[in-house]
């Protein structure tokens, strides 16, 4: 197995000690990127108890390399249960999102039986399902959260207003986080589930066998209880401390009260916050949310 990184790279002397207990490339490496050093000695430890080897090979500012070498016998493979024949399955995602390529390739591996389009925005989905004949459902739809003319959530309500969604028989919404409200909410537009990206084979496989039902993380939970705030200040305060940890409670307190939000910060602050919570970019959320502008 190996893997390879871009990232700032090592010396000589600090591979000489990488596999060192409790000893990282430099002194500060611990505040800057995290960790105590210990896991790779524990990795190194593991491999050669296995009888194998754990090596590393790196260049200063070009990234590096971790080979684990172990001996192994070749895994049988084990047949797959066959799934019911699919006839048609439609992707809608920008073809710039992370992933699409992959996910488009592991959707017609795994149904190669099945007709799949992808469509990249959510006006093509709309005219594409408005002319589905109801004799010729689709069997899955697989939606992505961030579509470049609407959210996914939004194509949902659409297709439900035009009568389209019970010409399909199961219905994905992809989102980069997974919260209770996300969930209740890509529920409550007609999706049978909201899958976090990327979406794993185990995962698409369940969600393309429609003889079985949805596991246990397809249905959802009971909606999330409101978070007490006693003023403004702590909620802003509180939006903050999320956004700059990256936490995806951000998009659940955004959720719940996004309107006091809006009403208690001037309006062209409101709407760059609004906006960037919507691309579920934390960085220029929280930039918009100081009134700073984010370079």
């Keep these: 197995f190996r ?52 090596t590393a090979r790196s260049t200063p500012g070009r990234g590096s390399e971790f080979e684990l070498v172990l001996p192994l016998p070749p895994c049988p493979e084990l ?15 920008a073809p710039h999102s992370a992933g699409h390529e992959a996910l488009v390739g ?31 459902p689709h069997d899955l739809l697989i939606v992505d959260w961030v579509l470049p003319d609407m959210e996914g959530a939004e194509l949902l309500a659409r297709l439900s207003v035009a009568g ?50 949805l ?9 999330a209880e409101p978070v007490s705030v006693s003023d403004p200040a702590t909620l802003i305060t509180e939006l903050d401390v999320l956004l700059g940890e990256s ?14 939000f809006i009403d208690m910060l001037p309006a062209p602050q409101a709407q760059a916050l609004a906006g960037a919570m919507q691309r579920f970019d934390f960085d220029e959320a929280q930039a918009a949310l100081r009134g700073e502008s984010k370079k």
């Design 106 to 136: 592991l959707v017609k591996a795994l149904a190669p039986t099945a007709r799949t389009e992808v469509l990249t925005q959510g006006t093509q989905a709309l005219g594409r399902l408005n002319r589905t004949p109801a004799a010729q």
């Design 247 to 260: 936490d995806s409670h951000a998009i659940t307190l955004w959720e719940q009260h996004g309107s006091a």
């Design 79 to 93: 047949p797959l249960p066959p799934l019911a024949e699919l006839r048609s399955i439609l992707v809608v995602q």
């Design 215 to 223: 596991p246990e993380w397809a249905v959802p939970p009971p909606p």
């Design 164 to 213: 389209c969604l019970p010409n399909i028989r199961r219905i994905v919404l992809l989102s980069a986080f997974d919260t209770p409200v996300l969930r209740e909410r890509a529920m409550n537009q007609g999706a049978h589930a909201l899958c976090t990206k990327p979406l794993l084979p185990h995962t698409l496989r369940r969600l393309l066998d429609l003889t079985r039902p």
């Design 3 to 54: 893997l390879r990184d871009s990232g700032v790279g090592l010396s000589s002397d600090q591979l000489a000690r990488l596999f060192t207990p409790f000893a990282q490339a430099e002194a500060g490496a611990t505040r800057r990127f995290g960790g105590t050093g210990v896991g790779l000695a524990i990795c190194r430890a593991l491999a050669q108890r296995m009888g194998g080897t754990l």
